[in-house]
Nanobody
Framework: QVQLVESGGGLVQAGGSLRLSCAAS????????MGWFRQAPGKEREFVAA????????IDADSVKGRFTISRDDAKNMMYLQMNSLKPEDTALYYC???????????????????WGQGIQVTVSS
């Protein structure tokens, strides 16, 4: 099992930037694909971005392409989501997730991930 803790959320004005961090611990997180998902009030959880175990492959949701960048630093067991040009519709609870299969590819499906953080709030004001 992998333990995940998000940080870096908060309140920002539209057009601003935030960087979310996800600290991973436990069983060999550096071998796992990881992802970011979000859930706005009254809506289902949706995919944001994912990164393969090696960091060589990433995928993004269409809604965040060109604005959000996912990355990882396995020496620190950290994953990041750099969010630029934020919009009010980006307001949500953001979750990081780990996909346990060794050397797994990035995935946009929430069901591919076994371990989840508690989530962190991002609020974008207009």
């Amino acid at each position: 099992q992998v333990q995940l803790v998000e940080s870096g959320g908060g309140l920002v004005q539209a057009g601003g930037s935030l960087r979310l961090s996800c600290a991973a611990s436990g069983r060999t997180p550096s071998k796992y694909a990881m992802g970011w998902f979000r859930q706005a009030p009254g809506k289902e959880r949706e995919f944001v971005a994912a990164i393969s175990w090696s960091g060589s492959s990433t995928i993004d949701a269409d809604s965040v392409k060109g604005r959000f960048t996912i990355s990882r630093d396995d020496a620190k067991n950290m994953m990041y989501l750099q969010m630029n040009s934020l919009k009010p519709e980006d307001t949500a609870l953001y979750y990081c997730a780990a996909r346990r299969g060794f050397f797994a590819a990035a995935s946009g499906r929430a069901t591919s991930y076994e371990d989840w953080g508690q989530g962190i709030q991002v609020t974008v004001s207009s």
